[in-house]
């Protein structure tokens, strides 16, 4: 490998009518829906499959029987989301899952079946039915590969391994992306009429995550960077259970199949937070919870609770929550039939996201946003679980549709400018020639302990003003911050360099809003206002990048049908 310290040439290849940034769920549902008239291309920074998607468990929402209705699916949501989603958002895709799902089935998704040959459907969190279809416990598996064959049978074309470093606007529009070839180290310049950013989430931020090691934020900090707004970053899931140590997922369908949960006095303690509910209330009550136990004295040392699945059966935890039983046996050495299971709460998701509308589009003309890495908002301040598959669905067709609509009406799009891709090239080739700077991974690390220490669960003034503070500091080490690998091939040290100055753009929104919201709403809980205060705080922040910071704004909250009201399980 070679060091010249230059950036090979920068080619500009095809152009495109679309062009997605993802290729997740949201990512190849928007594809599909694209116009098959028109040309289109998806772009993802490691092999399909091993996009986050294809990890999810237990299940995706949608009202399917004669007993349910779409309308109490909305509610449900509206109530989740602790009264700040967007109603005309969230009944958009309440309405609309029972199509995606039983579209999902007849392209192939081999779907979990009743006796009777229905899809089958479990109890999930805070959902007043059980309405989570699921194929076992690898739902998203299952729904990624009838994706991903019929994209094969589409001829749809994937460039893998291709890492998206910015988005290039000139007149006042998307004029298409500058991308890394990751095998070569090449740049490339790729226009496009539309782009569609369909980038995932951003657990890497936090040291404990259920997320893989990709889920960077990056969709989030280049559209930031490129003036787009984000909306409600401080809402930040914690998923109840996950494993202590890698924090490897145990799907709350292990809850919704009757799993207790139990602190180290074998007290099933859920019944003094949800009494109804108990270890079916929504996420954000149920990690409290846990916490709570865990800082009182009553979890175990290592913090954490036990999920005791035992009475549950072997053949029930064997078959329908197979993938469980194994990590529970692969990471821990537990077998989940005979012993309870040690879990903490662990990031999850975003509920925060690049804000769109019902159709994906964004404030800049031709960039449309789908999946975690977008804020409908239909999850508000807390996501119920199964709802998140549903959005890539729902909002990843409506994104591609309309990228198609605008591709039609808007024209041509602006050549790219020479001087866009000049920045990042100097920049790289920069890099590259100084290796042996501080290296970046100390800030990584320490972004990741500080989001986990004062940004979790539990938040207030002091710590988070600290948080910030210290995301200042390490912004400007990473300034001056490099990599030890010059290579261009296949050269990750460079790639997870530029992912850690997302994660410290998109911490900082999340920061800033955590500061901001003087209340407990979903999962924001803040110590020293625990009480929501829909006078003041009933509407959504919006974050603009300017080199000071987060500039923030104001949207309302539409309401439709629900008012808010005290929100009890
Ligand atoms: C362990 C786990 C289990 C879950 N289980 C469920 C569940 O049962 N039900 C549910 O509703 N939700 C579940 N979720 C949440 C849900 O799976 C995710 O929110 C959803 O799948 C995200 O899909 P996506 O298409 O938005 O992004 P992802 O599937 O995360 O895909 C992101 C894509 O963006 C690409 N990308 C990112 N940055 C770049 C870049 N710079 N350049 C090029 N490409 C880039 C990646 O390569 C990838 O292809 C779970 C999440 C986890 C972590």
Redesign the pocket.
């Known amino acids: 490998m070679t060091n010249t310290g230059k950036i090979p040439k920068v080619d500009q290849t095809t152009r495109y009518d679309v062009l997605v ?7 190849l549902r928007a594809a599909l829906a694209v116009d098959p008239q028109l040309s289109c291309v998806v ?4 092999y ?1 499959v091993r ?3 294809v ?6 929402n949608a009202a399917l029987d004669a007993e349910d209705q779409w309308q109490h699916h909305a509610f449900d949501t509206i109530k989740g989301s602790d009264y700040l989603a967007d109603q005309d958002a969230a009944e958009f895709m309440c309405e609309d899952a029972q199509r995606a799902v039983y579209e999902m089935e007849h392209w192939g998704t081999l779907f979990s079946r009743r006796p009777d040959g229905r899809i089958a459907q479990r109890s999930f969190g805070g959902q007043g039915y059980p309405r989570a279809c699921y194929a076992a416990d690898k ?2 598996r299952a729904l990624y590969q009838t994706l991903f064959e019929r994209a094969v049978a589409r001829r749809i074309a994937v460039f893998e391994e ?3 470093l910015s988005l290039v606007v000139a007149e006042r529009r998307v004029a298409g992306v500058l ?1 890394i070839e990751i095998a070569s180290g090449r740049l490339i310049a790729i226009p496009a009429r539309a782009v569609i950013f ?4 951003a657990g890497m931020m936090y040291a404990r995550t ?2 893989p090691y ?2 960077t934020g ?2 989030l900090a280049i559209a930031y960077r490129a003036g787009v707004p984000l909306k409600d970053m401080e809402f930040v899931q914690f998923h109840p259970t996950t494993l202590p140590g890698m924090n490897v ?1 145990i ?1 709350e369908g292990a809850r919704g199949e009757g799993a207790y949960l139990l602190n180290a006095e074998h007290d099933r303690f859920m019944g003094r937070y949800a009494p109804k509910l108990m270890e079916v209330a929504p996420r954000d009550i149920v990690s409290r919870a846990i916490e709570t136990e865990i800082l009182e004295g009553r979890g175990f040392a290592d913090a954490y609770v036990h999920l005791d699945l035992r009475h549950l059966g072997d053949d029930l935890i064997r078959h329908r929550l197979s993938e469980i039983y194994d990590f529970a046996i692969t990471y821990r050495g537990i077998n989940p039939v005979r012993d309870p299971v040690p879990v903490q709460p662990g990031q ?2 975003i509920m925060g996201g690049i804000a769109t509308g019902i159709e994906g589009q964004t404030e800049l003309a031709g960039l449309y946003a789908a ?3 977008a804020a409908v908002s239909v999850h508000g301040a807390n996501r119920l ?6 959005d ?1 669905l729902v909002f990843g067709r409506q994104a591609g549709l309309a990228a198609s609509r605008f591709c039609r009406e808007a024209g041509q799009g602006p050549p790219i400018p020479e001087q866009h891709w000049q920045g990042w090239a100097d920049r790289l080739a920069d890099l590259r020639s100084h290796a042996g700077r501080d290296h970046y991974a100390p800030i990584r690390r320490q972004l990741r302990a500080t989001m986990t220490d004062s940004v979790g669960t539990f938040r207030d003034a002091k710590h988070l003003a600290a948080a910030r503070a210290t995301l200042r500091a390490l912004r400007d080490a990473y300034a001056h911050a490099g990599v030890t690998d010059s290579g261009t091939v296949f050269n990750y040290d460079l790639l997870a360099f530029v992912e850690t100055g997302f994660l410290l753009d998109v911490a900082a929104t999340v920061v800033e809003g955590a500061l901001l919201r003087e209340e407990s709403r979903g999962a924001h809980w803040r110590r020293d206002y625990p009480a929501r205060d829909d006078e003041k705080f009933l509407k959504h922040f919006l974050f603009t990048w300017s080199a000071e910071g987060p500039v923030v704004g104001e949207a309302p909250v539409v309401v439709t049908h629900y008012q808010p009201k005290p929100r009890t399980y």
């Open positions: 940034v993802g290729a997740g769920l949201a990512g772009l993802s920074k490691v399909p996009s986050h998607s990890a999810a468990q237990g299940g995706i739902t998203g291709f890492f998206v991308a369909a980038t995932g989430g259920t997320n990709i889920a990056d969709g997922l799907t999850h998701y999946g975690e890495c679980g199964a709802n998140s598959l549903l890539t």
